[in-house]
């Protein structure tokens, strides 16, 4: 919550979203990204059981940098858009 509070203050500056959209909104980001992310791992394991926890990581570190791409376009254009006068 803090995160996505920071983001509407700072990053976005102050968005005329309505706080609690934009808590829920980012809520649902949050889950989805977890199951993207353990997804990718889960699936990873799967077919190579034996692999390392340094592997793990070579899988889990490109599946979170494409969940935050992701999830920040779907902040910026949906959440956070501003209003045009």
Same mark, same amino acid.
Request: aromatic content about 10%; overall charge positive; hydrophobic content about 55%.
């Given at each position: &919550?803090?995160?996505? *509070?920071?983001?509407?203050?700072? !990053?976005?500056? $102050?968005?005329? %979203?309505?706080?609690?959209? =934009? /808590?829920?909104?980012? $809520? $649902? ?7 993207? !992310?353990? $997804?990718?791992?889960?699936?990873? +394991? /799967?077919?190579?059981?034996? =692999?390392?926890?340094?592997? *793990? ?19 910026? &254009? %949906? %959440?956070?858009?501003? +209003? /045009? +006068?």
């Amino acid at each position: &919550m803090l995160n996505t *509070e920071a983001n509407r203050r700072l !990053t976005f500056r $102050g968005s005329p %979203v309505r706080v609690l959209q =934009a /808590h829920l909104a980012a $809520g $649902g980001l949050f889950v989805l990204a977890y199951l993207v !992310t353990s $997804g990718a791992v889960l699936l990873f +394991r /799967h077919y190579r059981p034996t =692999a390392s926890p340094a592997a *793990e990581t070579l899988v889990l570190a490109p599946s979170f940098a494409l969940v935050t791409v992701v999830r920040f376009a779907v902040l910026r &254009m %949906v %959440v956070f858009r501003r +209003r /045009h +006068r």
